[in-house]
């Protein structure tokens, strides 16, 4: 028996380290992973554990959102689709768990996610460059609308994946115990140029959270003020002489975003398109169950099979590019609580920590719980393009550090005692 928990409590590690690399590849094989992962804690640990799960405020809150997508789902004129996605959501939650079980009980797990994505991020930064040089990557996939995507093909998501990796992988940097002077600069430089590389990606959205992340750090962070200047410094020069220098760049994150904006004597929030899915998105809202929305993933029926918004300034798509926007007409006002009160949380307990540092000298939370803050607060930033919330392979991004939070107050209560 023990040699079977332990056999599982290995397999969960080594999958959970995977991860990284699965999510370059897509959603199937990084889903299943999960889905391992999930079934594994649920068969070997759930029922030791539920008791302490059932005293986490953020399990409860969860719980919560999960019956009501249930219920606007089955609630919906679509209910088919829309029911299953619900059902089988709650596997992030248990995934989540799952990962805060694994690093309790095998902590050495940190340190391997740590060079997995060290690993991930050299691979990515090299190809991607090496890409944007000669128009198609070592294996040959040529540029995607002249825009890097390196392994990812036709997904543009390149500059994404790192951005949201950012970090979570300087979090876990904070927690290693053994870090060398030759390790310190070998960190920093990926980090540099990771931001290069979300910079060449033309990735708007994924650029403004990483410097809004950046900023985020500065501020919040416990370094030496010598060491934060001069990594801003070098950043600021860097991306600003891409921006001014790399003529095909430039036009995309400035000009482009400048003409999207305002066209045709018109401001839109974003661009024409964004404009015009947040516009359905609303309507919809307003023409049903304000309380507990349309039902996940039901943005696209409610929209392509109803004429009138297939007409401007409405404009369909599979989801309305927001995350916000998507859960207050998916799961109406209730559902849009959930992320609204994550990002309130998080403003919050940012502001104590800033006003701790700043004028009391005390620090509330350590480098690696800023950086998981930071993460949350780029995930949960309402005025920018999004995915869709319920998408698998983003979920696994959005959960993953959720596991690292479950398990650093596991540690605080430990530690506590």
């Given at each position: 028996m023990?040699?079977?928990l332990?056999?599982?409590?290995?397999?969960?590690?080594?999958?959970?380290?995977s991860?990284p690399?699965?999510?370059?590849?897509?959603p199937?094989?990084?889903?299943?992973?999960?889905v391992?992962?999930?079934?594994?804690?649920?068969?070997n640990?759930?029922?030791?554990?539920?008791?302490?799960?059932l005293?986490?405020?953020?399990?409860?809150?969860?719980?919560?959102?999960?019956?009501?997508?249930?219920?606007?789902?089955?609630?919906?004129?679509?209910?088919?689709?829309?029911?299953?996605?619900?059902?089988?959501?709650?596997?992030?939650?248990?995934?989540?768990?799952a990962?805060?079980?694994?690093?309790k009980?095998?902590?050495?797990t940190?340190?391997?996610?740590?060079?997995?994505?060290?690993i991930?991020?050299?691979?990515?930064?090299?190809?991607?460059?090496?890409?944007?040089?000669?128009?198609?990557?070592?294996?040959?996939f040529?540029?995607?609308?002249?825009?890097?995507?390196?392994?990812?093909?036709?997904?543009?998501?390149?500059?994404s994946?790192?951005?949201?990796?950012?970090?979570?992988?300087?979090s876990?940097?904070?927690?290693?115990k053994?870090k060398?002077?030759?390790?310190?600069?070998?960190?920093?430089?990926?980090?540099?140029?990771s931001i290069?590389?979300?910079?060449?990606?033309?990735e708007?959205?994924?650029?403004?959270?990483?410097?809004?992340?950046?900023?985020?750090?500065?501020?919040?962070?416990?370094l030496?003020?010598?060491?934060?200047?001069?990594?801003?410094?070098?950043?600021?020069?860097g991306?600003?002489?891409i921006?001014t220098?790399?003529?095909?760049?430039?036009?995309?994150?400035?000009?482009?975003?400048?003409?999207?904006?305002?066209?045709?004597?018109?401001?839109y929030?974003?661009?024409?398109?964004?404009?015009?899915?947040?516009?359905a998105?609303?309507?919809?809202?307003?023409?049903?169950?304000?309380l507990?929305?349309?039902?996940p993933?039901?943005?696209?029926?409610?929209?392509?099979?109803?004429?009138?918004?297939?007409?401007?300034?409405?404009?369909?798509?599979?989801?309305?590019?927001?995350?916000?926007?998507?859960?207050?007409?998916?799961?109406?006002?209730?559902?849009?609580?959930f992320?609204?009160?994550?990002?309130?949380?998080?403003?919050?307990?940012?502001?104590?920590?800033?006003?701790?540092?700043i004028?009391?000298?005390?620090?509330?939370?350590?480098?690696?719980?800023?950086?998981?803050?930071?993460?949350?607060?780029?995930?949960?930033w309402?005025?920018?393009p999004?995915g869709?919330?319920?998408?698998?392979?983003?979920?696994i991004?959005?959960?993953?550090?959720?596991?690292?939070?479950?398990?650093?107050?596991?540690?605080?209560n430990?530690?506590?005692?």
């Amino acid at each position: 028996m023990e040699n079977r928990l332990s056999l599982h409590l290995k397999l969960m590690s080594y999958l959970s380290v995977s991860l990284p690399f699965l999510l370059i590849t897509g959603p199937f094989l990084s889903d299943l992973a999960v889905v391992i992962i999930c079934i594994l804690y649920l068969f070997n640990n759930f029922k030791k554990e539920i008791n302490e799960c059932l005293k986490n405020y953020f399990v409860i809150f969860f719980l919560f959102f999960y019956i009501l997508c249930i219920l606007s789902s089955l609630f919906s004129d679509y209910p088919l689709i829309s029911t299953l996605k619900s059902i089988f959501y709650i596997r992030f939650l248990i995934f989540a768990l799952a990962i805060a079980y694994i690093l309790k009980n095998k902590p050495d797990t940190l340190y391997k996610l740590f060079f997995s994505i060290l690993i991930c991020f050299v691979i990515l930064i090299l190809d991607g460059f090496y890409q944007f040089i000669y128009k198609e990557n070592i294996f040959g996939f040529k540029m995607y609308e002249a825009r890097i995507s390196s392994f990812f093909k036709d997904e543009l998501v390149y500059g994404s994946y790192l951005s949201k990796f950012f970090p979570i992988f300087l979090s876990l940097f904070f927690i290693l115990k053994k870090k060398t002077i030759y390790l310190n600069i070998f960190f920093s430089i990926i980090l540099i140029f990771s931001i290069f590389a979300i910079t060449l990606s033309g990735e708007r959205a994924a650029l403004f959270l990483t410097i809004l992340i950046l900023v985020y750090l500065l501020i919040m962070l416990k370094l030496n003020f010598k060491i934060l200047a001069t990594f801003s410094i070098i950043i600021f020069v860097g991306v600003l002489s891409i921006l001014t220098f790399n003529e095909s760049i430039k036009n995309r994150v400035v000009n482009f975003t400048k003409n999207q904006i305002v066209s045709n004597d018109k401001i839109y929030f974003f661009s024409e398109d964004h404009t015009g899915h947040y516009l359905a998105s609303i309507d919809i809202f307003k023409n049903n169950n304000k309380l507990i929305g349309i039902g996940p993933k039901n943005f696209r029926n409610y929209c392509y099979n109803n004429e009138k918004y297939l007409k401007l300034p409405y404009i369909c798509s599979s989801h309305p590019h927001n995350t916000y926007i998507q859960l207050l007409t998916e799961t109406g006002v209730l559902g849009f609580f959930f992320p609204f009160f994550i990002f309130l949380t998080i403003c919050y307990y940012s502001l104590k920590h800033f006003f701790l540092k700043i004028f009391k000298n005390q620090i509330y939370f350590n480098n690696f719980q800023v950086c998981l803050l930071s993460y949350f607060l780029m995930i949960m930033w309402p005025i920018t393009p999004t995915g869709s919330f319920f998408n698998n392979y983003l979920s696994i991004i959005y959960y993953l550090p959720v596991g690292f939070y479950f398990w650093s107050l596991h540690k605080h209560n430990t530690q506590s005692k």
